[in-house]
């Protein structure tokens, strides 16, 4: 190579690197199932990142060695307030990268139990460096057959961990009783109605059927809108009544709903962002996730894509191209005390569509979503 080439080689941004996030509650087999997975060949050029909660790790022992491509993270639960470890994690990945210490195609971050996987996501997402070096390519969360119904149900952040997932991982379903394994499944589809739901048992948990699931296909370097957005899921799962059981206010996933908002006539790029930052700003901590395609009304023939998790938003990718014959713009939500109908009529707003009829001005301050009346109000 020339000593121009190695010079245009170095001013050209390298490929982003595809991130995995693995996560699931306490006890679901995690590590068991990155055992397994690294021990594949597609996995071979994969750095890991192991997060520690206390002061003595532990899971990393349980690990088979992968060489010099891991990093254990000690300093706790990767939350809001510790995710500097991940970032210093992760730039030290980089820099061994860069300087040719090691060499990896691929990061696997496996978090503890206890994580809300929002955080993580938001580091990958929105750090100014990372985000031009790493692309997330999903999120598989593993869930235990046996206690995944009481972990659903006592805590939140399992909830939060099927609500994000891009694949589910089933464990321990060989030990579990038939009928508890079915419930448990319907939980998580009425959850998580897009994600795929793989059976590590029967060996569906294979690295092909986990990674890769993001947006960009790896062997033709577009993106598979389609297939990352999967809005008919969504809409098969309202047309089955996924969510229109008994409401209990003490049930962690009853508080979480998915759909998807449409629109058929191309939105002014003002309008998309004076509704996203509105969203955010309103109701940034009940967004547990939200992905889509827009038909912008200033770029004709070439859509944007959109994601956020909670009040982050991805910086927005413009396509060369609408991935099919479908040119509506489409808005894909899983929310946590976000009704549907508070972002369909926000949403209906900002497109200036005639609202449907609504309840009285008492109604409607009896909901605590709906800012309404006073000088804090941002929702009129």
Known sequence: MSESDRSAARRTPPVPIPLTLLTGFLGAGKTTLLNRLLEDPALADTAVIINEFGEVSLDHLLVDYVGDNMVVLQSGCLCCTLRGDLVDGLEKLLRDLDNGRIKFSRVLLETTGL????????????????VKRFRLDGVVTVVDAINGEGALDAHPEAVKQVAVADRIVLSKTDLADAEVTQHLLDRLRALNPAAVVLDAAKGEA???????????????????VKKWLAAEAYADAHSHGHHHHHHDVNRHDDHIVSFVLTANKPIPAGTLDMFLELLRATYGANLLRMKGIVDVAEMPGTPVVVHGVQH????????????????RTRLVFITKDLPERTVRELFDAFLGAAAPDRPDRAA????????????DSRVR
């Open 364 to 375: 409607l301050t009896d909901n605590p979503l709906i800012p309404f009346g006073g000088s």
């Open 115 to 130: 994580a809300d996987p929002a955080p993580v996501l938001h580091t990958a997402m929105a750090h100014p460096y990372l």
């Open 312 to 327: 982050i938003f991805h910086p927005t990718a413009q396509l060369e191209r609408w991935p099919d014959d479908d040119r």
């Open 206 to 224: 294979t690295a092909e059927r986990l990674v890769n699931c993001g947006l960009y296909d790896p062997a033709h370097k577009i993106p598979d």
